[in-house]
């Protein structure tokens, strides 16, 4: 070989430190999260808000499950499914777009349905949101659903769902309080109207059929991109085992939403398991619906089985919440991740390793 021929491998061999810096720059650069400069949208004008504490709404909702009282379970018709599909996307227009004329369409047909779709200015925050739930003279047990009036200027779509009231303890009430907590940036709150075990043959369980109104919800705001976090509870004394909080995205993987949601409980010193398709089994949500759908659809799911300790303990119960309220404003990014300079001096490190090694190689190589 001619000695100009042997001359241009050593060219190439800095280009490649090079490489390797920028693939691990635009890597690393990715979850960091900066703020947003935007405003939040506000909801549109040409409403009629009707001013109370949003809670009081919200017991409201909580006093109707059937279960807790008496009632009967409804299949929907194929027409109920189309029209409540109808009126979620005439919500999710009417928010994101900031369009008065889509929540009065939203309200029409939610009349047809014996829904009312309640624009509720929450009086012990200011904070506006839509209510969409049951008249009081029906009760099918289709569920409730709350909505941020205002879109949050974050891109990530948060949707908080609590599937199993009353059955999973208080799962309800401390999945809207993440909802309200962290306003705007949960857009959604679906919760069931039926306790879990009130169907025989597992009819009212809305984590695990196929087919239902809380569903047909989960699939209208369920959209790529966005994250799903579903409340659960277990009893600690039939789980002795087990820590505190256990994560899971349903089939032993885990996603930035799950993985910033670990790291902020456990720096809340609340201990935290994470189903990895063998430990943590019984709570790993493998057969959850609304899971599977997430993630077929890109989105990312979080499930999360809180143990009674927590949910009976005032103290931790606000840890948990506070965690998880931090997690959403947060976007999903760890602390780490805010201080930059780490990952562009590692990335000097290896680079500077390269370039001497590459240096050392063309002097000792003759030529
Ligand atoms: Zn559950």
Known sequence: MSARAKKSPRRIIPIIPVIILLVIVSTFSLPVHHSPVNT???????????T??????????QSRFIGLIPGNYTEPSSSDYSTMSTIFGLIDTAVSQNDAGSILSAS???TQLNYQLIPVNDSATGNKYYVLMENTTVNRGWGSYLFAAERSPLTTQVIMEAPHPVTDFNS???AY???TSAYPDVTTLLVSGVERTFGPNGQTDMAHRAQSIFETAHEAFTKFGSVVIQIHGFDAANHPTEPLVVLSDGDGGINGALQSIASNLEAANLSVGIFDGFTHE????????????ARAFGAGFVHS???SIVVYNATLLTQYENSLTQSVLNNFGFPAYQIDIKIPIIA???MSFFLVAGYRLSKTRPD
């Open 108 to 110: 029409n047909l939610a």
């Open 40 to 50: 939040p949208q506000l909801p549109p004008t040409g409403i009629t808000w009707l």
């Open 305 to 307: 089985e809180i143990s």
């Open 348 to 350: 000097l490190g290896i």
């Open 52 to 61: 109370k504490p949003l809670q009081q709404v919200y017991n409201l909702i």
């Open 177 to 179: 309080t993440i909802f």
């Open 172 to 174: 309800q009430q401390i």
């Open 282 to 293: 019984k709570l790993g949500a493998q057969k959850n619906i609304q899971g599977r759908y």
